[in-house]
């Protein structure tokens, strides 16, 4: 073969072989270089670095539904988590073979260890899911990060990254921008086609010579098994046989090894049985270490690099002005004439042959950014890096949940995408409601598509707010769920009973009951609720029951606006807070401090819970409210109750208007009164005023509380002082700024009546001891016009429960 001939005598006198391509993965200067290679020397088969158990895959990449970046996934039969990625994008050295052959009618074979072999490697090596299973063995071309600190190589610095050396022996301190002024700014044109690999192979081989393998064996035996393909291949068809594989491989294939040699280091591997498809691919994943051990900082540069036909500057600063005007930035055509001078002008000065992605950068940043990095950021992420979601054809091998899942998302109009985009559902439509429930069943299979997140706007159950991003991974993480059915539904039904058997605890059955209930998955919750009631009965622990009891609320809430029957559910929600009823006074005594605080958000859920109850609650359990504000009371009154706690029993009764202000008051001075320790009263005041629990604005608005807090703050021994401290600041520093601010004017100033539990004195600004009717008065037909009541002369019954309403 003309090609192989010219290789080989170049290469270093050797005979005639096969034509050995070395390339830097994920390089467009190198896959250019490959696509020009195999235009010259024209191969009978291509024979390419990748798991052979992908053959049967290789005709899909010519299907028109298939769009790179891809990437061929592996995963054992048995055990879907165990798998690896080989990703390949459209600027991929790999995918050019493998495009060039099927366009020529031309074998493609992939050569390296099968996947069988190297999963089993991954698993002993816990090197997690990504990853070829060569990553811990020398670099390739291109892998790492970026340059190392300038310093006498070794092993371990040609194990990150054998483009450090040679980048360093030519007098550069970053290998990236080495390498794009070798071989990305370098035109194939008309010179000749096989000279890149020639050179990139005498250097490999140098480093070879000097450094070995790195001590790792794997790819001894890799190279090994590649060795044996390409001896078959040139049996099959001669010399006209064209390998694409990693530079780094080049030398080892080249030299000349018995085939006993070869076939012992491949006797005894440890094997397991895979599956292969085609998933998609992100360029934000081909942007970490991951498959081909080749992490690129810029698959957005390298992909515009190989796809532009001609002037890549000034086609890629219309790009960067295009997104930035799309953003409502001010960049014109003059912005972009200006950005290309100064990017060449920039590689000029740098003596580079020309500008480079550092040098648009720079360009960008001063005319187009006004020297800002926050629109910069933008650019980095959105072109530099990118977004893009590659596809893969209907008729690529899946496993039948996946199936499933393609067919619901086509359904209801809900398409993966890269790029994270915010999702808002109304739970009344029944499109939105779907594609609700096809979310929460994919979070119980572990398939973290989306993420629930806070809603604007409204605090209704019928509104849901996802934020969506699809990662490759997923893919992986549906394979997983597999096991445990062939549909979402009926996956998630085995996966929802199968962990309520398992749980641990009582809260995560109460949480597990929530997300069937969200999910609806009728069929799970009679078994996740009959192991509730199991646990509920014969958990003691109060805390345990406290965590629990908001979760069932909150379901039977959900059960609501979804329609879904949930008595049972508030048959056990009345029953643990009946519970909670009577173990909490006792559980709240001998507490030390990290326990009572604990203690004291229980206290806050169960009372948030008891109000969410209301009308749901079971029959024959009475009205649980006033049973709760019962409970309330025998801990605002127990000194062996902890400070923080009774503060903030004190608290809920006031906020429920079943403890006047007089009262909450008095308690607060007994509190605060020379015979209590400090640390009791800065507990208590934590409790009342603390936590979240707007105690700022009731200081602000009742300056009697203000005043006994001030005047028991000043009276506090200084042995005593630097021991409240910490607790008093983390009291107030949860306050707002402006409440803060209006607090310290209002002590500034001196509240009326400071210290005593007498009324406000009437002269304090903004305060009096009784309501003003003639100022509430002026405000009725407003308030009327705005109910819609009939406008009258003199103020109604109604009217007078709004004055009551507004004090």
Known sequence: MPGGERVSD???????????????????????????????????????????????????????????????????????????????????????????????????????????????????????????????????????????EAQAPTVADVRVDPLAVLAEAAGYDDPERWWEDVVEHRGVGERDAFAP???????????????????????????????????????????????VCGAWHVPALRQKAAVSVDRALLKGLPKVKVDMTWVPWTHRRLARVSGYGAGIDSPGWYGHLFSAPDRPVERWLTKVAGLLRDEDRLVSSAHVIEAVRLAETLAAMRGRPLPGLSETTDAVRAVMCEGSDVPLALVHDRLVVGDVLGEVPR????????????????????????????????????????????????RLLGVEWGDPAASRGSTGTFRETWRLRWEPE??????????????????????????????????????????????????????????????????????????????????????????????ALAEVAAGLAERIFVGLPPACAALDADAAEEMRRHVDAVHGAVGLLGDASAPGHGDLRVRWRSVLRVLSGRDTVPGVV??????????????????????????????????????????????????????????????????????????????????????????????????????????????????????????????????????????RLLLGLDDGDHPSADDKGLVGVGR
Do not use: N
């Not at 390739?140 to 970026?146: D, K, L, V």
């Not at 009926?490 to 997300?515: F, P």
């Not at 602000?700 to 005047?711: I, M, P, T």
């Open 10 to 148: 170049k290469g270093g006198g050797a005979a005639a072989g096969p034509l050995l391509l070395g390339v830097r993965h994920h390089g467009p200067g190198s896959a250019r270089a490959v696509r020009a290679a195999l235009d010259a020397a024209r191969p009978r088969v291509v024979l390419i670095e990748g798991p052979p158990e992908a053959d049967a895959l290789i005709p899909l990449a010519a299907d028109e539904e298939m769009r790179p970046p891809v990437a061929l996934l592996a995963h054992a039969v048995d055990e879907p988590g165990r798998s690896a990625f080989w990703p390949l994008a459209e600027f991929s050295p790999e995918w050019v073979a493998i495009r060039w052959a099927l366009d020529h009618e031309v074998p493609a074979r992939f050569i390296d260890l099968p996947a069988t072999h190297t999963l089993v490697w991954e698993r002993d090596a816990e090197a997690g899911s990504e990853g070829e299973g060569e990553d811990a063995g020398p670099a390739e071309p291109g892998e790492g990060s970026g340059a190392e």
């Open 197 to 243: 690999f020639v050179v990139l192979e005498e250097a490999m081989g140098a480093l070879r010579e000097v450094y070995g393998t790195g001590g790792h064996d794997r790819d001894l035996v890799r190279e090994a098994y590649m060795r044996l393909q390409v001896r078959a291949a040139q049996r099959e068809f001669g010399d006209a046989v064209a390998v």
């Open 395 to 442: 008729s690529a091998p899946a496993v039948p949940l996946q199936r499933d899942l393609d067919r619901i998302q086509r359904r209801l109009r809900l398409k993966p995408e890269a790029l994270e985009r915010e999702l808002e559902l109304d739970l009344r439509k029944e499109t939105d409601a779907g594609r609700s429930r096809l979310l929460h069943r994919l």
């Open 474 to 567: 997923l893919s992986v993480r549906v394979a997983e769920a597999g096991v445990w059915g062939t549909t979402v539904l009926a996956a998630a039904t085995a996966k929802a009973e199968a962990d309520a058997v398992s749980a641990q605890g009582l809260a995560e059955v109460t949480a597990l009951a929530e997300r069937c209930l969200l999910a609806e998955l009728p069929d799970a919750l009679p078994t996740v609720m009959r192991i509730l009631a199991d646990r509920a009965a014969l958990d003691t622990d109060v805390g345990h029951l406290a965590q629990a009891l908001p979760a069932l609320v909150r379901s039977l809430r959900y059960g609501d606006v979804r329609g879904t029957d949930t008595s």
């Open 646 to 783: 009774r503060g903030r029993a004190v608290r809920l009764l006031l906020d429920e208007g079943e403890l006047g202000q007089d009262e909450a008051a008095r308690l607060m001075g007994l509190v605060l009164s020379p015979g209590t320790a400090p640390a009791d009263g800065a507990a208590w005041i934590e409790g009342f005023v603390g936590g979240g629990s707007g105690g700022g604005m009731l200081l602000v608005h009742d300056e009697r509380l203000l005043g006994l807090v001030d005047a028991w703050l000043t009276g506090v021994p200084a042995e005593a002082f630097t021991d409240v401290l910490p607790l008093l600041r983390r009291t107030f520093s949860a306050y707002e700024p402006g409440v803060r601010r209006t607090l310290g004017e209002l002590v500034r100033r001196g509240p009326g009546a400071r210290g005593s539990t007498a009324a406000a004195g009437s002269g304090t600004p903004g305060f009096a001891s009784d309501l003003d009717m003639a100022r509430a008065d002026a405000v009725l037909p407003v308030v």
